[in-house]
Each structure stands twice: as C-alpha cells, then as structure tokens.
C-alpha cells in the first residue's frame, strides 16, 4: 500500500534513529549482560511505538529471550529476529557514510527487528486492521547455534500460520531466501599412543597420522550434485615436534540440502572408522539445523510478497542459500516460512557490514503490506 510507503518515508531519520540505539547497545552472545542490555533497549521500542510490554523468557547462561504479543485472533503470524550478534564489544562502532549505515550486527539483524516494529506501527498509526495477531519472538542465542531458544522457537511456530524471518535479504539483489541449506557441527577426538620420535619411533602410533586418513575421508564426502558440502574447518594435534602426537581433533561443519540426506551424511561422519591400527576415535555432533526446504506453500507466500514489493516500487527475487536461520527450525515444522524480509545492505559478519538507509522505508512498507493479505 502507497500509504505505507508515505508514511515511513517520512519516518525514515526516526526509523534511523531507532536502528543507531540498537546497533550501539552491542551485544556479542557470549555475553548475557550486554544481551540483556540490547534487550532492554529493544523492549523500549516495542513500549514506545506499539504500547507493547515484552514476555520475558528467563536465561541462566545466554540472554533472556523476550516474546511480544500484538493484536488478537485466532490465527498468528510470528516474526522471527535475534538481537545478540558475532562482534565483541569495541569491535566496530556505529557510523554513517552516504547512504549507508555501518555497526555491529546492523544487518545480521537488529536493522531488521527495527523494520518490522515499524511495518506494525504504520499498520496502528494509519488504522489498518490485521486479520491475525502478530508474536515477535526476539531469541539471544541464534548466532552460536539457538540451543536455548530452539524450544521456544519451535513451540511458538507450531501455533502459527506463517512465520517471517527478518534476516537479511540476499546481498546486491535483495533477494528473499525460499530455502537454505541444514547446518551441522561434529568434533572428532583421536587418541594414538605418544613415543620418542627420535628414539622410539616404532613404538608411537600418530594420531595426526590418523587425523590426515580422516580429513581425506570426511572432505570425500563432499557432492555439489547433492548441494552437500562438508568442510573440516579446524584440525589440530600433537604438542611437540619430537613426540609421536597421542590426539588431535577435528572441528566439521555440515551444508545439506534436504533431511534424507542430513541422515545419510550423519550416520557416515558417527560411524567413521579409524584407518591405523591402535587408533581410536570419538564423534560427537548432529546436524543442528534442518534444512529449510522449498514447498508449495513457501512459494504461495514468496508470490505473495512479490505482489506487495511491487506495490512499493521493489521488484523481488528469490534465493537459496547456504548458511541456517532461526527459519531452517520452523520450515521442518511445517509452518510456511519466509526468509530475508530484512534490511538491505551487505556484510554480514564482515567489518563493512552495513545497511542502506534508503530502504528501510521501503522494505517496511513490503512487510506492512504483507501482514495486511495474510
């Protein structure tokens, strides 16, 4: 709707605003307090602009996660966005160059989580009605894995319609994510038997010996074919140069495209065997996030939001990719699931990670919309 786009247009230096108190309240995961900090911050915005008072889910290691209701109905749609980021605190500061807007996690997601508190305040100030209410579930942990708000996640998902992710859009084309790739992580353990290299070579069996078998094997199982991908990112062994080495271990990280295959590749990475007598190994790991997998309803919904960006001057694209979301949990449900209705920009997890100032009153307005058809 034109109103939308009027209305946030005109908001923009507001919405700008909004995005520099987030960004600069940092909030690296591993730290619950600088969390909890952004979270307060973030629970103003909803108080001020929606008159919306937060849930607050409790948290002993990671940041409290905070639910916020607006609306009623029998049906809902959940809004998906995590408020904890990569960068530790002092890493990168918040500044503005042109038409871009730099800091911590401003794409990956804060600028989103402020876009869409904006779509749903245009919808209040201009009076337009939503069929459904609308449940922001803003989680703390999504970038080391949401282990504590996966429950959450999923819970919240299962009473849903539809859920919108506010992750960043694809960069340059600003494309909507259909489907992404499941993401695992397994640590392999290898235990040889220490010796003297110089004086008792024979009597040693190298577990960095063992460690080189099992790289091999592991990146053999990498198939583009499949869109399977598997990468033994960290490996590590022995402690002195002139010590047959007793262990090392290997850090895997996992890309597959659909379930069948995150079993298939599961079952082959658990029941690796070691290629040296005397060696042992211990695997620990899964794949963490399902994939995310194109369905019939997912593209209802890309459709969907295709005919509201048009509305407002966006001509939409879609993508799939290969890094997980807090969407990958929620799309293995069932739930309809739209990814990358974020803010647009490029970097995410990069030291030029920024948004584009100029589209943040239009992708609100596509969001807005959007909530109006469903």
Known sequence: ?????????????????????????????????????????????????????????????????????????????????????????????????????FG?????????????????????????????????????????????????????????????????????????KTSRKGVGHFTMRIRGKASHAGNHHEEGISAVEEMAHQILFLQGLTDYRQGTTINVGVASGGNRSNVVAESAQLDIDVRINRLSEADRIRSLILQSTPHLEGTTLQIDGDVNRPPMERTAQTEKLYHLATACAKEVGISL???????????????????????????????PHAEYEHILIDQLPMRAAMLASLMTRL
């Open 1 to 101: 709707m034109t109103e939308f786009l009027h209305y946030l247009q005109e908001n923009q230096e507001n919405i700008l605003g909004d995005v520099e108190r987030v960004v600069k309240a940092e909030s690296p995961t591993h730290d619950k307090q600088a969390v909890d900090r952004c979270g307060e911050v973030f629970q103003s915005l909803f108080a001020e602009h929606l008159g919306l008072t937060a849930e607050i889910i409790p948290m002993e290691v990671t940041g409290n996660h905070l639910r916020f209701t607006y609306g009623e109905g029998s049906g809902q749609i959940l809004i998906l966005g995590h408020i904890d980021t990569v960068w530790d605190i002092g890493r990168l500061s918040y500044r503005i160059e042109g038409n871009k807007a």
């Open 104 to 176: 911590p996690g401003i794409q990956d997601m804060k600028g989103g989580i402020v876009q869409a508190i904006w779509a749903l305040k245009a919808c209040k100030d201009l009076g337009v009605s939503l069929k459904k209410k609308v449940v922001f579930l803003c989680t703390s942990d999504e970038e080391t894995g949401s282990a504590s708000s996966r429950e959450y996640i999923e819970l919240e998902a299962k009473k849903s319609d539809v859920v919108l992710v506010v992750e960043p859009p694809e960069a340059n084309t600003g494309a909507l």
């Open 317 to 347: 694209t879609e993508a799939h990719v290969g890094g997980g979301s807090d969407g990958n949990f929620t799309a293995a449900l069932g739930i309809p699931t739209l990814d990358g209705l974020g803010a647009m920009g490029d970097g």
